[in-house]
C-alpha cells in the first residue's frame, strides 16, 4: 500500500513537474522571439521589435543638438510604438550611435547600423556626417531621413535613401544676407568654418549680400579653433556693418568674444548652427553675444500646429526645453513608419518608394516630400518662411 501510493505521488508530482516546465516554456521564452496574442475578437495577432538607427552626435562640440535629437526621437518611438501591418504588430527599438560630431567617424556610425540590422536611419545631425554616410546606407539599401542636415545639395547626390524634415540652407542663406541688407548693413564679413555645412550656407549668405548691393569680405576659421586673432584683425581693419559667422555655435561664442574685447562694434549674426543657449557660455558671457540674430533652418514654432504639445512632452520627459531639430527628428520617425504603413512593409526599397508619396500629419504640419527628397512646402514659400531670433539674457527669442 506505502509502495503503491508512493507510486501514485511520484507519478503527480512528475506530471506537475511537466506542467511547470511547458508553462515556463511558454511564459519565458526568448525575448528576441516574436510572440502571438489573441485580440477580443479571437484572432490571433504576432508581435515584433523593429529597429530604428538614431545616427546623432551625443559628445562633442554640438552634444546639445544631439541630446535634443536623441531625446525628440524616443519620444517618437514611445508614440509610434504598436502600429500595425498586416495582423503584425510593431514596436520600435532605437539602436542610438554616436559620431561624437566628426564626419571621419560616420561611416563607422553607419556600418555598425547596418551591422545591428536595423530597417531604417534617423540621422545624421550635421550636413558633412550625412553627407559621408549616406553611400553605405544607400549601398545597403536603408532609408535615411535627417531632421537637420540642411545642405543644399544634399539631396541632388544621387541619394535615392536620403529625405529631409529641415528646410534647404539656399533658403536659409537667402534668409540671412536679406535679413542683414533691411538692417542697413553696406559691409559684411561672412566667415565659414571650412565644413560642408558652414561653407555652403555661406555661399548663399553672400549671394544675397551681393545681390543686395553690399561689399562683403570673406573669412575661414577652422572648427575646433580657440584663436582667431588673424581673422579678427581682418575684420577690424575691414570695419564691417555687419558679422555673419555660418559654422557652428561653440566657434561663434568665441569669435564674437574675441571681436567685442577687440572693439569691433557690429551686428553678430549666424543661421541655426549657432542657436544655443550654450552660445553666451561659450563666448566668456551672455554680454558678448547680447543682441546677436540667427536665422533656423526650419519652420517658426509659433506656426506648428504641435508644437506646443510637443513641447510639453519632451520637457516632462527630460526637464528641458525641446532643443534644436528635436520636432524634426520626431517627425521623421513619424515620416518612416507612416511610409511602412502606406507600403504595407518593413522592407527598405519599399519604404522608400513610399516616403515619396506619404501625406504625414505631425508636429511641423502637413509634410510631404519631392522628387529629390526634400520637405515639400504647400504653395511653395520663400524665405519668410525662415524665422528670425535674437539673443537676449541668454536665451534665444523668436522675433518673427
Not at 207 to 216: D, F, N, S
Amino acid at each position: 500500500m506505502w509502495q503503491g501510493n508512493t507510486r501514485k505521488i511520484l507519478a503527480l508530482v512528475l506530471a506537475l513537474s511537466l506542467a511547470i516546465s511547458m508553462f515556463g516554456l511558454v511564459g519565458c521564452g526568448d525575448d528576441d522571439a516574436d510572440s502571438e496574442e489573441t485580440d477580443s475578437t479571437g484572432t490571433e495577432s504576432t508581435m515584433e521589435t523593429i529597429k530604428i538607427g538614431v545616427h546623432t552626435s551625443l559628445t562633442g562640440g554640438l552634444a546639445d543638438y544631439g541630446f535634443a535629437a536623441a531625446e525628440g526621437l524616443k519620444l517618437a518611438a514611445e508614440d509610434f510604438s504598436g502600429f500595425e501591418i498586416d495582423g503584425v504588430t510593431y514596436e520600435i527599438e532605437l539602436i542610438i550611435k554616436d559620431d561624437k560630431g566628426e564626419p571621419a567617424e560616420s561611416p563607422v556610425v553607419a556600418q555598425q547600423l547596418v551591422d545591428e540590422g536595423v530597417v531604417a536611419v534617423i540621422g545624421a545631425l550635421t550636413s558633412g556626417n550625412t553627407n559621408a554616410a549616406a553611400p553605405i546606407y544607400q549601398t545597403a539599401g536603408i532609408p535615411l531621413v535627417s531632421g537637420s542636415a540642411t545642405r543644399p545639395d544634399l539631396t541632388e547626390l544621387g541619394f535615392e535613401n536620403f529625405f529631409r524634415t529641415c528646410l534647404r540652407d539656399d533658403l536659409q542663406g537667402q534668409a540671412i544676407g536679406e535679413w542683414a541688407i533691411e538692417l542697413g548693413s553696406e559691409k559684411v564679413v561672412v566667415m565659414d568654418d571650412r565644413g560642408d555645412y558652414s561653407v555652403a550656407l555661406g555661399d548663399e549668405v553672400i549671394k544675397a549680400l551681393e545681390a543686395g548691393g553690399a561689399e562683403v569680405l570673406r573669412q575661414e576659421g577652422q572648427e575646433g579653433d580657440v584663436d582667431f586673432s588673424a581673422q579678427v584683425n581682418n575684420i577690424k581693419a575691414f570695419a564691417p556693418d555687419a558679422v555673419i559667422f555660418t559654422g557652428y555655435h561653440r566657434e561663434a561664442g568665441l569669435l564674437f568674444k574675441q571681436l567685442t574685447e577687440a572693439g569691433v562694434e557690429a551686428q553678430f549674426m549666424g543661421g541655426d548652427g549657432i542657436k544655443s543657449n550654450d552660445i553666451g557660455d561659450e563666448a566668456g558671457g551672455a554680454a558678448n553675444v547680447e543682441g546677436t540674430l540667427s536665422t533656423f533652418g526650419g519652420f517658426a514654432q509659433e506656426n506648428m500646429p504641435g508644437y506646443t504639445a510637443f513641447a510639453d512632452a519632451f520637457m516632462e520627459a527630460t526637464g528641458k526645453d525641446a532643443g534644436p531639430y528635436a520636432e524634426n527628428n520626431y517627425d521623421a520617425l513619424g515620416a518612416v513608419v507612416a511610409a511602412m504603413e502606406l507600403a504595407g512593409s518593413t522592407d527598405g526599397a519599399d519604404i522608400i518608394s513610399s516616403l515619396s508619396e506619404i501625406n504625414y500629419d505631425g508636429v511641423q504640419g502637413a509634410l510631404t516630400f519631392d522628387s529629390m527628397g526634400d520637405v515639400a512646402v504647400p504653395g511653395g514659400g520663400g524665405t519668410e518662411l525662415i524665422p528670425r531670433f535674437e539673443y537676449k539674457s541668454g536665451v534665444w527669442e523668436f522675433m518673427n
